[in-house]
């Protein structure tokens, strides 16, 4: 049998530790973060779990390419925010799709289509199913047909002189740097999700990835776009920039399902880089170390890497010592050495107060426990879950003009929160992202749950932050999308009028409303 995905977690099959180690790792959890420790929960296997049954078949001519089984239907029920890992632990898959389709062409995406919207089936499209806000979910629909895109994996053309690829919107993070890699290219979209997400889905969520400054968004790197709509196909035209009127790429770019199944995109590539250096700086509060990261912002030196860590987050990730903010900088390039870049944002650093050490080639000591940290925290979730720990995210942006009172509010607000539901806990904050005209925060917390009730926990602090971040004026998602579950706060976010207008396009180009609804916009809007 071929390795399979966990149907709850992060990562394969056989990746999933035996129930001794899980409940070591679990135990070893809670002990590092100084809560009690309590029982360790196994996952319900997925032969003990009671799906309802399909409500919707598909025809004949799509039976090679659709599924009904357990596992197709459960894999897809739900996308990888904390709240799903915990329901899908607890085996509670409550709206799995009816149907699961996997085209392997853009012709029989058109045949599934067709007959989703003629059997008034909702659409589902589906990359890698790592929305962590309820993208993929099919909450309350009556009649759900996933789309899943991952068949289509390949990078079909490579244009050498533009330094561009069509690729395929099925491919995954690993998947297309694989076949760049033969044409020494890359794409650098690095978000945390690399591993299992998709081109499609980055570019239907807007993802945030690798760099800290400069092409932070898929939006910059996406050169056209290829959509199938109920009402046709749509594909823009390959261009570096254009000035003619609203953009076509822009208006799929973070449409999230709800006006066209993407299929493909041209993207811009780049060369591998051949020099890169990192280096850790430490300052003695995370205040400081703002103050140099908006230095650096602003300064036109474009470091590649430029996290920000808080106090909280360096002890958590032990990549920084006790009371110290860490800032992770580096620089890369395929063209030129990067030492004159490195040695002058470290002078920055240090005019704020900064502790610099020698950089690295790829980064050692704590910038390398950091990454490390990076890479394994969502396969760590899962461990979290088992032993009773809420773990979540959440992301925003602001201006640097506001930022010192809006993180202090939103920290407050959350910290507030989790004292109230959980009795302790911890909030912990870095900055993902860095604009010359603000950073993008990006919290976490971490706190003991009440088993059973941990989810009406983590939706209780969440509600807190969201509210306290649209109160304070930022985004209530600077990359993890909309989805269903910021739809709330998103609603009030935007301006009345444009939620008017993107309701006429998904009008026109989804007369039916079939393609992901209660995502991004409501039928009622018309
Ligand atoms: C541990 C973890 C770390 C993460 N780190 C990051 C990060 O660093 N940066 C970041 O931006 N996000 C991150 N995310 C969020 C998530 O990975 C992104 O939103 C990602 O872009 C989703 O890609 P996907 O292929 O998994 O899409 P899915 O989860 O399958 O779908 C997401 C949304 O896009 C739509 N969609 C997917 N494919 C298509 C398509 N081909 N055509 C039209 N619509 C489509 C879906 O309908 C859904 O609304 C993280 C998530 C997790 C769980």
């Not at 959890?29 to 919707?56: I, M, S, T």
């Amino acid at each position: 049998m071929s390795r399979r995905l966990k149907h709850w977690g992060w990562g394969y099959e056989d990746q999933q530790p035996a129930p001794e180690q899980v409940a070591e790792i679990a135990l070893g959890l809670r002990a590092h973060l100084g809560f009690e420790p309590a029982d360790v929960d196994q996952p319900v296997p997925l032969e003990e779990v009671q799906l309802r049954p399909p409500r919707l078949e598909a025809p004949g001519e799509l039976e090679e390419i659709s599924a009904s089984d357990d596992y197709a239907r459960a894999s897809r029920a739900l996308g990888k925010a904390y709240r799903d890992v915990v329901r899908g632990f607890r085996g509670q898959f409550d709206d799995p799709p009816d149907v699961v389709c996997s085209p392997g062409d853009e012709e029989e995406l058109e045949r599934v289509l067709d007959w989703a919207c003629s059997a008034d089936a909702a659409v589902i499209p589906f990359g890698g199913g790592t929305s962590v806000v309820g993208g993929v979910e099919p909450r309350g629909l009556e009649r759900a047909v996933c789309v899943d895109l991952r068949r289509l994996d390949r990078v079909l053309e490579v244009d050498r002189t533009s330094r561009a690829a069509r690729i395929q919107a099925g491919a995954t993070g690993p998947g297309l740097e694989e076949q760049l890699r033969e044409h020494e290219l890359t794409l650098r979209h690095f978000p945390q999700s690399f591993e299992y997400s998709t081109l499609g889905g980055w570019i239907a969520t807007r993802a945030g990835g690798h760099f800290a400054t400069l092409m932070t968004h898929i939006d910059d790197l996406v050169e056209s776009v290829r959509a199938l709509t109920p009402a046709g196909w749509w594909e823009s035209r390959r261009l570096p920039g254009s000035g003619a009127g609203p953009s076509p790429d822009r208006m799929l770019i973070g449409s999230e399902g709800t006006l066209g199944v993407i299929t493909e995109a041209w993207v811009r590539l780049q060369d591998r880089p051949r020099w890169k250096a990192s280096a850790g700086v430490l300052f003695d509060s995370f205040a400081a170390g703002a103050e140099a990261v908006r230095a650096l912002g602003q300064s036109g030196l474009w470091p590649s890497n430029c996290r920000l860590l808080d106090e909280a987050e360096g002890a958590l990730t032990m990549a920084a010592p006790d009371g110290k903010a860490l800032l992770v900088l580096g620089f890369e390039s395929a063209d030129h050495p990067v030492d004159s870049w490195m040695e002058r944002a470290q002078e920055l650093a240090r005019d704020h107060g900064g502790e610099t050490s020698e950089p690295k080639g790829e980064g050692g000591d704590s910038v390398g426990t950091w990454r490390n940290a990076f890479v394994q925290a969502p396969y760590l979730r899962d461990s979290f879950v088992a032993g009773g720990i809420i773990s979540d995210t959440f992301e925003t942006s602001i201006t640097w003009d506001r930022f010192e009172e809006f993180v202090s509010d939103v920290r407050a607000r959350t910290e507030a929160a989790v004292a109230e539901v959980c009795g302790t806990g911890r909030v912990s904050c870095r900055f993902t992202h860095v604009y010359p005209d603000g950073p993008a925060p990006y919290f976490t917390v971490i706190a003991p749950g009440r088993r059973g009730a941990e989810i009406e926990q983590w939706d209780e602090i969440k509600r807190a932050a969201s509210e306290a971040i649209s109160a304070g004026g930022g985004t209530i998602t600077h990359h993890h999308a909309v989805g269903r579950d910021h739809r709330p706060w998103y609603d009030r976010q935007r301006p009345e009028a444009f939620a008017q207008a993107l309701a006429g396009a998904k009008r026109a180009l989804d007369p039916g409303w079939n393609l992901n609804p209660g995502v991004l916009i409501e039928a009622d809007r018309m």
